[in-house]
């Protein structure tokens, strides 16, 4: 008597996907996504502001060269948080099996060079315009450099990796806050749209 022929067994998954975390982590990506273009557009504002403050005999060479600098490190580390979240975000939804252990040092370290960069590139760009009037282009090319490495420091270079997942971007956050005030006013029995349907849940006859 022959035995039935039995099924092969599926494969199992390498990883096994984490669909909660990948959720959040995906509109993460996409906000460093940009913190690595605006610290670009920074870098192309700083070049532009040496280009023209080197035009100028009695302007000091140290804050441009020190904004460029900063410049170039805040892309190098925006650029790096970007590739350490994507890497994990491929055992998140089960793609790649990826040691998160050895993504926490780099990010750390980038987060502390994004911080130094976050204060040093918009110090520099201050000199820069005290250095220079504001009929200067220079003086223009200075602030929005300034204003690119802020942003791209607060957007991305300071977004250390966690094992455990992003605790979301800023609108997340927001809604987050929105939500935990709302529950607080309903539990103090405070309506936050008006006072006339505070009047009419007290007074449901009326």
């Given amino acids: 008597m022959t035995s039935p022929e039995r099924e092969p067994a ?34 192309a504002c ?17 804050w441009p060269m020190l904004a460029n600098l900063a410049s170039v490190l805040l892309l190098l580390v ?45 110090y520099a760009a201050v000199r820069i315009m005290q250095a220079s009037s504001t009929q200067e282009a220079s003086w223009g090319w200075a602030l929005a450099g300034g204003i690119c490495t802020v942003l791209a420091t607060a957007f991305g270079g300071i977004h250390r990796f966690d094992p455990a997942g992003p605790r979301g971007v800023v609108p997340q956050r927001w809604e987050r806050g929105r939500e935990v005030v709302t529950d607080e006013l309903l539990a103090a029995h405070v309506d936050p749209e008006a006072d006339t349907v505070i009047l009419r849940r007290q007074h449901p006859g009326s």
């Avoid at 996907?17 to 557009?41: E, H, I, S």
């Avoid at 403050?53 to 000091?60: F, N, P, V």
């Fill in 46 to 62: 700083n070049t532009m502001t040496s280009r023209t403050l080197l035009r100028l005999a009695d302007t000091a060479r140290l």
């Fill in 10 to 43: 599926q494969p199992l998954p390498a990883v096994a996907p984490q669909p909660a975390v990948a959720r959040r982590t995906a509109p993460l990506l996409v906000q460093l996504g940009l913190a690595c273009v605006v610290a670009l557009a920074g870098l």
């Fill in 78 to 122: 925006c650029l790096g948080q970007f590739l350490v979240w994507r890497q994990a975000q491929q055992e998140w939804t089960g793609r790649k099996d990826v040691s998160l252990i050895h993504l926490l040092t780099p990010s750390a370290l980038g987060r502390w060079v994004a911080l130094a960069c976050g204060l040093a590139g918009p």
